[in-house]
């Protein structure tokens, strides 16, 4: 079956990809493409060609299927010299998304028009790459070398009324499309037509200008980045034929790199995650407003997040001063999105708008889900669910926001246990992506679709975790914390182990990032299974506590903190509360600290997978990555650990 189907305009030959959903770079694309231009070009009755998509996007890259597979001709950099090489002038008409190969095949045609609503972008650095078909030598060429670096080196693709005002297209075309764009076409016909973009002039940059730009991308898993640097330059150092056998040559060396290799396994994980086998064909219930029970740091986190989405919110605290509380703390948070420019006061008074807060529980009977997030404490989370089965509609889907408790328990009594299910947000709600999605048994297929689904609202990364203490993400972060202890009992300094995690890629270490989120948190959930009458022996983190030293709330935890400072400075203090348990010299390299450390993390997700809690070692990995900050281009603690053997 043909990808490409072709009519005319008169003398204008129309070609419109369709290759579903994404109209993705095949080869057998690349072939009718090929053959396009030579059968367009020995017609006397063409005088241009539009290239246009069908469906919902322009071509948004390469096919992920051919990932791996070795390369069929022709390739895409051949395939885009050939159209730039036409003797019929090429438009690409862009809508949707032009990314990567898509847009190095619409920078081979002579001109490019858009849609006002298109992107444009080469994301290649994401998966670990540089783009390999003239990303880098034709955009310094199109739009300025210092353009360039900015569009190549983020990753991020452009509106189309900045690529217009950068020199990415020539146009931007309101209405219909294709029509308007061989309007375009016509009027270019009939003037003098510009040079083919492999023979524009590039003006040189700045020698300080390429080195703050290598400087910048310097650090640890910023390999592809540094390296399109140094691809941009040569680009503009030397003739457009050495920059290209340049361009692939680093090309072909990162696409073999482990970096490019634990980026796509991350890149197939994040897109397997959001649709889990077992809910296929399955649909999912209805949400158009959701209730939450707290205001609190965590309840209105997740208001925000549902009111980003354009959900309605009604929110319902034990009091009014309380709910009053909760309205504050949603408002700190939006203005605190105005003051970064992510939202314009107008945008801040909508989204209030359509957050109801109140005392009474009555006020929750319309919503379709309600979301509890209150202290996390057994007794209240199951005195809150009482008067949810009270209140709420007997469709409604009850989900708790729990990090370590039995949903099975705070459910309990509840009738109709089949709609409710377990939503561990991550704190702040309104940024961090995980969602962890914890069904009971008796969780019916819908509510844990809807669940499923209102993470894609949210712009959350679902990954489905079974029951135990800590799901997935707590119960490896506690191995984790307890790795990190272990390698101080050895003898190694808690800088020394903060600064091993750095090395290798976390923004900050186990006891750093302990002192910030509160040891009093773990150190309270360890007390109250203590209180249960469960043995769970003390940490050197529930010494400090006792201590009085809880982190950066009592300036003091495995750090001392100044006054209004939130710098880490080793503590003669804590020191002494330790010092009793150090039994070892220490004496591991920062390398073999952090693989320890990494090593533990695996183990135990290894123990996960065995009990069924996690369905696969990529969710693993995604919830280390979307939800403790484990480096992205290490691939995750699974990935990373079987990468290393």
């Not at 969710?619 to 990373?640: C, K, N, Q, S």
Request: neutral net charge.
């Amino acid at each position: 079956m043909q990808i490409i189907q072709q009519h005319m305009d008169g003398d204008i030959a129309v070609l419109t990809v369709d290759n579903p959903p994404v109209n993705a770079i095949s080869a057998q694309m690349r072939q009718e493409l090929w053959q396009a231009v030579d059968r367009l070009d020995a017609d006397p009755a063409v005088r241009a060609v539009l290239l246009t998509c069908a469906g919902r996007t322009f071509i948004a890259g390469a096919d992920v299927r051919e990932f791996g597979q070795p390369p069929v001709e022709p390739h895409l950099p051949d395939l885009v010299d050939r159209i730039e090489r036409a003797e019929k002038p090429w438009v690409a008409a862009i809508h949707g998304s032009a990314l990567g190969g898509g847009l190095e095949i619409a920078m081979g045609c002579r001109f490019r028009v858009a849609a006002p609503d298109a992107k444009l972008g080469l994301p290649e650095v994401n998966l670990g790459i540089i783009p390999g078909a003239s990303g880098t030598v034709r955009t310094p060429r199109l739009i300025g070398a210092e353009a360039a670096i900015g569009l190549v080196t983020s990753g991020r693709p452009w509106r189309a009324q900045q690529a217009l005002t950068a020199g990415l297209i020539d146009a931007v075309v309101e209405g219909d499309l294709p029509e308007g764009a061989v309007k375009f076409a016509r009027a270019a016909l009939s003037a003098e037509l510009p040079l083919p973009v492999s023979v524009r002039p590039v003006a040189p940059l700045d020698a300080a200008v390429w080195d703050r730009a290598a400087a910048a991308f310097a650090g640890p898993g910023q390999q592809a980045q540094a390296r399109a640097v140094e691809s941009l330059r040569y680009a503009t150092e030397h003739p457009f034929d050495s920059a290209m056998r340049n361009e692939r040559r680093i090309f072909v060396a990162l696409r073999d790199s482990d970096q490019a290799a634990a980026l796509r396994h991350v890149f197939f994980a994040e897109r397997a995650a959001p649709r889990p086998p077992e809910l296929k064909g399955v649909t999912p219930r209805g949400v158009a407003r959701v209730g939450i029970v707290g205001g609190g740091t965590m309840g209105a986190g997740i208001a925000v997040a549902c009111r980003n989405a354009g959900v309605p919110v009604v929110m319902v605290e034990r009091d009014d001063e309380a709910a009053a509380r909760g309205v504050s703390n949603i408002r700190a948070i939006l203005a605190g999105s105005v003051k970064r420019g992510k939202l314009t006061e107008a945008q801040m008074a909508d989204r209030l708008a359509g957050v109801e807060a109140s005392a009474d529980y009555a006020r929750l009977a319309p919503c379709d889900l309600v979301i509890e997030a209150v202290f996390e404490e057994i007794g209240v989370k199951q005195a809150v669910f009482a008067e949810l089965a009270r209140v709420c509609r007997a469709d409604a889907v009850l989900a708790t926001n729990t990090s370590y408790l039995d949903p099975r328990r705070i459910f309990e009594g509840v009738p109709g246990q089949d709609r409710c299910v377990g939503l561990h947000f991550f704190s702040p709600a309104h940024i961090m992506k995980l969602l962890e999605i914890v069904p009971t048994p008796d969780t019916a297929p819908d509510v844990l679709a809807t669940a499923f689904a209102l993470a894609g609202r949210l712009g959350k990364m679902p990954v489905r975790a079974g029951i135990c203490e800590g799901f997935i993400g707590n119960r490896i972060f506690k191995r984790y914390r307890a790795e990190a202890e272990k390698l101080l009992v050895e003898g190694h300094e808690v800088q020394q182990v903060d600064a091993a995690a750095r090395d290798f890629g976390f923004r900050m270490g186990p006891f750093e990032a302990q002192d910030l989120s509160g040891l009093d948190i773990a150190f309270l959930q360890r007390e109250g299974l203590r209180a249960e009458g469960q043995d769970v022996p003390d940490t050197l983190s529930d010494r400090l506590v006792r201590a009085g030293r809880k982190g950066q709330k009592t300036a003091g935890g495995w750090y001392d903190y100044a006054k209004g400072d939130r710098t880490p400075r080793p503590s003669a203090a804590a020191q002494e509360v330790l010092a009793p348990h150090i039994a070892g010299a220490g004496g591991l390299s920062s390398a073999q600290i952090a693989a320890r450390l990494v090593d533990a993390m695996a183990d135990e997700g290894r123990k996960i997978l065995a009990e069924g809690i996690a369905s696969r070692a990529s969710d693993i990995d995604l919830v280390e990555i979307h939800g403790y900050g484990f480096p992205r281009w290490t691939g995750g603690p699974m990935f990373a650990a079987a990468r290393s053997r």
